[in-house]
């Protein structure tokens, strides 16, 4: 509260909703007198998801309210389930980028899902007012629409619950494919860098790239990702 007066006998109200504003889950709380400043625990409150709820962008809102006055902020979350790990299709070889099961895998029409750089602990840092990848050669990033994203919550600017699957990708140009293949771009200061790429080959097998991005991990939101990369890989030949 930093209104001109404090706050008496104040109700806590909030919810947690989805893109489409759906509730998942509200409540409202007493929390009492609130003095001006500074910021403090008003309580805890456990909130419980509903167990059908998929991979979501969701927003919790709260509001402090009294006397008719009220303020309050909203945050985003990534709500991801407790999925096990995808199996890999029979027509999708998972292999390294530019190694020889790769190449063996490609002369035999299967679909790709090449992997790079995705090694190492997370190296991306957020401060009060920068965002730095390790040595902050990188200074932005985005992403576009394309089906490789599956259930995967992406935005056009990847968001901080995506920070700790997000790594140093591969430097643009990247042999194999083209610049409108990347679906997914980190820029640094001289040179972009692609963390996923996809393209489909003449013979009608598909191949992605994921280059700093987590998706061999048991993190769920690197679960899901791999996921996803996998069933669009699975409609190639």
Not at 186 to 210: H, I, M, Q, S, Y
Request: charged share 25%; proline share 7%; aromatic share 8%.
């Amino acid at each position: 509260n930093y209104e001109e007066r404090p706050f008496a006998d104040a109700v806590l109200t909030w919810r947690l909703i989805d893109s489409d504003e759906r509730v998942l889950a509200s409540g409202v709380r007493e929390i009492g007198d609130q003095v001006i400043g500074p910021t403090r625990s008003v309580g805890k409150i456990r909130i419980a998801v509903p167990v059908d709820v998929s991979f979501l962008r969701a927003t919790l809102e709260a509001s402090v309210s009294a006397e008719g006055r009220s303020t309050g902020n909203r945050w985003d979350f990534w709500l991801v389930p407790r999925s096990g790990a995808r199996k890999c299709p029979d027509n999708v070889v998972i292999a390294p980028f530019g190694s020889p099961e790769a190449e063996s895998a490609r002369r035999a029409g299967h679909s790709l899902l090449l992997h790079a750089g995705a090694d190492g602990p997370m190296n991306v840092m957020l401060s009060w007012w920068a965002l730095g990848w390790g040595d902050t050669e990188i200074v932005g990033a985005a992403t576009r629409p394309h089906a490789v994203w599956g259930s995967f919550p992406v935005e056009k600017f990847p968001v901080p619950q995506m920070l700790r699957i997000l790594k140093r990708g591969m430097p643009m140009p990247v042999e194999g494919f083209a610049a409108e293949n990347v679906v997914m771009v980190t820029e640094g200061f001289d040179r972009c860098f692609a963390n996923l790429a996809v393209k489909t080959r003449p013979d009608g097998g598909r191949e992605a790239l994921v280059a700093g991005l987590d998706g061999v991990s048991d993190l769920p939101e690197s679960r899901v990702l791999k996921a996803a990369v996998l069933d669009w890989l699975a409609q190639g030949k």
